[in-house]
């Protein structure tokens, strides 16, 4: 082995300190799996112990799930000589060497950058996995997801959710041609309600409404409001019967269940619902929108607390 010149000697000693200042976590492992060395980073969450994983493959050291991932980015690192990028949830019972058993049970969130090496370990490439922890960040992402795609009144889909789904199945349909119902429905005299009891009774009249639909649809249907009292479901492989019957029993459901002012008072509410299905001429998807829309106003027109069904014409009533 040839000695090291003064200079190599530096440039060894700056990446030993760069390494070892890293607020990640650095894995030098073989590209079998078996760990050569570990630089903890200094932002942990928790404390694991390192040490004990040197010389072990990464199967004795992680949850089998965890494990298969594991080995597919380090056989696409060697395969493509690139660098991997990965995001992965862990749970401490997947990770076998934690030294603190009081960690709370939680999904621990990770990023890695994973890199096939040219240097050789008895002919086995050198793969150096770099981990940072993302737990707060993919939280925040989560909460933030979660109030774009939410109506903040009802916790329903927000409209803007709602309209990627009508996209989403409209794609789907233009594809398969299966059938795909929306409906679409409003509460009948909101603004007489809101004039006679308030607007925190209006609030809780919506809520009601949206918690009635959301107990009688199915679990595959996509509901949300589109704002003020006005809601709409996508109902995916569902035809113009199925849908009458289904929009029925929302009308009947929320036309039944009573609402109780501050003092006591009962208050049933109506709705006015129409119902519309994708159509092989449809250019875009808000054009089964449009068609729901007149049948619902076809509805109120009519009488309110209806529902009907747009055709040919808006001729057809289901009750």
Known sequence: MTDLTIEQIDELEMLRAVIETSPDAIFVATESGHYLHVYAGNERTFDLDY?????KHFTETHSPKCSSMIEETIKNAIETNLTQKVT??????????????H???????FEAR??????????ERIILWNAREITQRVKLEQEVRLLVDHDELTGVFSRRRLMICLSEYFAEFRRYQKDTAVI?????????????FGHLFGDKVIRQVAQTCSAELRACD??????GEEFA??????????????AERLRFAIETTDCKTEDGKSVHVTVSIGIAQFDV?????SNVLNRADKAMYASKHSGKNKTTVFGECIRTRCN
């Not at 992965?88 to 058993?101: H, M, V």
């Not at 996509?222 to 704002?227: S, V």
């Not at 479901?233 to 035809?239: E, K, N, R, S, V």
């Not at 001429?281 to 998807?285: A, C, F, G, P, V």
Request: overall charge negative.
């Open 222 to 227: 996509m509901f949300g409001r589109l704002g």
């Open 184 to 196: 679409m429905l409003d509460i009948d005299d909101f603004k007489s309600c809101n004039d006679q």
């Open 281 to 285: 001429s449809d250019d875009e998807d």
């Open 233 to 246: 479901a996508i109902l995916p492989h569902t035809g113009l019967t199925q849908a009458c019957d289904l």
């Open 114 to 123: 994973v890199t096939p090496l040219s240097l050789k370990h008895f002919k």
């Open 88 to 101: 992965y949830s862990l749970r401490p019972e997947e990770i076998y060497f934690i030294a603190d058993s």
């Open 103 to 109: 960690i709370p049970d939680d999904d621990y969130w």
């Open 51 to 55: 040490q004990m994983i040197i010389g």
